[in-house]
């Protein structure tokens, strides 16, 4: 039997075992530790070349400096991709921007990369101050290829706007613009609105204003614009972009939301489509926003709600910014009895700033005593003619 029982120096030799193995598992790994102080000292030098010669504050600084590091033995590239950005009217503004979105280009070589990319927008009308505008708008563009992505799409892009003012608008609307894949995503969309009939000049409205909707996938295009046909409307009048954004920009569950948060309100299906296509925007409102300008315009002016049916356009005003001042006004000008009856609330609801400052505020400003007041909202409502 006590052959069989292990022997004293057999246990020792695996508690120690145990015990070195549990120790380790407890240490931490040697490779995490910090390094030495040469990261820390790089780290800080970084900081203090971005803010001083890149004129990024110190925030700013030290978060590049958390993913960009500069070398204090390598600083000649730097300061020469500097001295280039300034020698193209890139002011001090202009460069830290830059800096702070994209600090590798500090690393770009100037004679292999950059320089030549400059000189094609520059020769393309990218010159002056519209050249660092061209380029804040999207950093990422000079990382892309000269030739094969650079040149195509900003020619094929200047083609369709027909101004660089209009190339740089539509890429501060889009940050993707200058950077996707056109010849793939936004060239066939705008061939296939062109060959369905919407003319050229409304392609490019679209293109300025909503770029976004020419980067969506090409079978939403063809879904959407088959979709805005469907409702009656025809891609040649010119509110049909209006409507084919509306689609692009919100997905088909969202609209059918819309449709019956509409419905809810007394709107008929028909009515909703009708009014669709006289002002497509009626879609994109939130639920909170019709509700509480329907709320407010039959409720509290008394509006009949066939009234905003036919005139949709009372959903883009704001309650507190147009409709509650314009309301206050005409209350105590009615009061007062000189509000004309021969105009319809509604009407002047929707009148222009201009004519209904001239015809309701700037007209009574001596005879009803702090009327411009209520209408800016500083006071309370002029105290009603009882």
């Known amino acids: 039997m006590a052959a069989n029982k292990p022997s004293r120096s057999l246990i020792s030799l695996l508690q120690k075992r145990f015990l070195l193995t549990f120790s380790a598992a407890l240490s931490p790994p040697t490779a995490q530790l910090p390094t ?34 500069i070398r204090e033995n390598n600083l000649q590239n730097p300061q020469s991709v ?44 990218f010159a ?12 990422v563009i000079l990382e892309r290829a000269l ?32 950077t996707c894949d056109w010849n793939s995503i936004v060239l066939p969309n705008v061939d296939f609105l062109i060959k369905e009939g919407v003319p050229v000049d409304r392609v490019a409205k679209l293109f300025l204003f909503h770029p976004q909707v020419v980067q969506r996938k090409h079978d ?13 409307l025809e891609p040649e009048v010119s509110i049909f972009i209006y409507a084919l954004t509306t689609m692009m920009q919100s997905s088909e569950s969202t609209l059918k939301k819309k449709v019956e948060v509409l419905k809810s309100l007394g709107w008929t299906e ?3 489509f009708r009014a669709f296509k006289q002002d497509p925007a009626i879609l994109r409102f939130s639920e909170e926003k019709i509700r509480g300008v329907m709320d407010f ?13 036919a005139n949709p356009l009372f959903l883009h005003y704001s309650i507190n910014k147009r409709l509650r001042p314009r309301y206050n006004v005409l209350k105590a000008l009615e ?17 222009s700033e201009k004519k209904f400052m001239k015809n309701y505020v700037s007209k009574y400003v001596h005879s009803v005593p702090g009327i411009l007041d209520t209408y800016k909202g500083i006071i309370k409502p002029i105290k009603m003619d009882t």
Do not use: W
């Open 36 to 69: 030495s102080s040469s990261s820390s000292s790089s780290s800080s030098f970084t900081v203090h070349f971005l803010v001083n010669s890149c004129g990024l504050t110190s925030k700013s600084a030290l978060s590049v400096s958390k993913k960009f590091q």
């Open 82 to 125: 500097l001295q280039f950005l300034k020698a193209h009217d890139f002011s001090e503004t202009h460069i830290s921007k830059l800096i702070e979105k994209r600090p590798k280009i500090l690393l770009r070589r100037i004679e292999d990369n950059l320089k030549a990319k400059f000189d094609f927008f520059i020769e393309n009308g």
């Open 128 to 139: 002056g101050q519209l050249l660092p505008q061209l380029i804040l708008s999207n950093p």
């Open 147 to 178: 030739d094969s992505h650079i040149k195509p799409s900003l020619l094929y892009f200047k083609s369709i706007l027909g101004t660089s003012e209009k190339v740089i608008a539509a890429s501060k609307r889009s940050v993707f613009l200058l």
């Open 220 to 232: 939403r295009m063809v879904y959407a614009v088959n979709t805005v046909k469907d409702l009656g």
């Open 270 to 272: 028909e009515e909703i």
């Open 297 to 309: 315009l039959v409720n509290t002016v008394g509006l009949r709600p066939q009234t905003i049916i």
């Open 335 to 351: 009061s007062k009895k000189l509000f004309d009856e021969g105009i319809s609330i509604g009407s002047a609801l929707k009148m």
